[in-house]
């Protein structure tokens, strides 16, 4: 099948209005298709001020504020003039990047016409109810995902550790890599700045360890703050370095008052603040994949994760960085303080993660997206 060949009907939750990693990649990904000569059209809420210009062509989907979190929306009707849309565009296949309300509705749709679907999973949402204390939700919440992706053809994961775990869930039988790449040309060490570090007052001998992502307490706020508390507590002199902006900005600044808050950074700004730390801490258990990860590891630093699906496909333990058990703060202390001691270490994990993330590169990556859509489409007219 031509490339050109290819009309994909894009389901996004959130496609542009608020700025993440998950839809950074799926406009990299329109952006890629758009260059083979596919046609593109996109289904997601279209707000008045997007964090972003969008990618590709549009379709305004229904949608309403989630309750406390008023930033995001949830698509909830797939009405008249979406359908109509959708008729008019023919679609050769629909690719669902959230598992919401229209997405059931647009799986339905499609199974209807004999359309391949195929869902791209980009964060594991049962994770989140444990920082809301709705842990007793978690069986219900699986079982609606796996009736969900088990209607799909095909699941497109970030990485194998993510893809274990769902195989494992029995999500879905045919589960492909969809990787993720980095922007060089934003994230590289070349852009570390001492000059910008002193106006932030950091000083050129102080180790400064970054977070970046938004300031959500599913990111693991709470373990981040207790890890370097604890560090802090065995005399590891540290400076703290947020970056990005969100609802628990205020949990955050109160659990470390002297911590540098930068707000939310983007293109060259963003590069060089994060250029400009020394270590990478990410305890988050929520990602797939961890763009934000493989950013660090572009700008050369180290990078103390928990050792979950997000990153265990990416930091190699005692090579590129540490790797810790989920929530074990002792262990994050504990990696924080050897990296304190010991620069030459902090050199050599930064440097091989240097070295990593030179190679993913996003149009081989993206291709591998296309080929799935290929194959479904070639295995529907098969059946």
Known sequence: M??????IALFSGNYNYVRDGANQALNRLVGFLLRQGAQVRVYSPVVEEPAFKATGEMVNVPSFAIPLRSEYRVPFRLDRA???DLETFRPNVIHIASPDIVAHRAVTWARRRAIPVVASVHTRFETYLQYYHLQMLEP????????FYRRCDALLVPAESTAAILRAQRMNADISIWSRGVDRTQFNPERRSLE??????IGDEDMAVAFLGRLVLEK???VFSNAIIAARERDVPLKVLAI??????????????????TGQLTGDELGRALASADVFLNPSITETFGNVTLEAMACALPVVAAAASGASSLVKDQ???????PGNIAGYAEALADYQHDPDLRARHGASGLAFAKTMDWDEINAA???VYERVIDRRGQA
Do not use: C, N, S
């Open 82 to 84: 979406v359908r109509k």
């Open 196 to 201: 910008w570090r002193r106006g932030q007052g």
């Open 220 to 222: 693991g706020l709470d």
């Open 369 to 371: 997206v296309m080929h």
């Open 319 to 325: 090579v590129t960085g540490r790797l810790t058990a």
């Open 2 to 7: 031509k490339p050109e060949e290819l009309r």
């Open 140 to 147: 219900a919440v699986r079982a609606i995902l796996r009736r």
């Open 244 to 261: 990005g902006d969100g609802p628990a900005r205020d949990y955050f600044q109160q659990r470390l008052p002297d911590a540098i808050f």
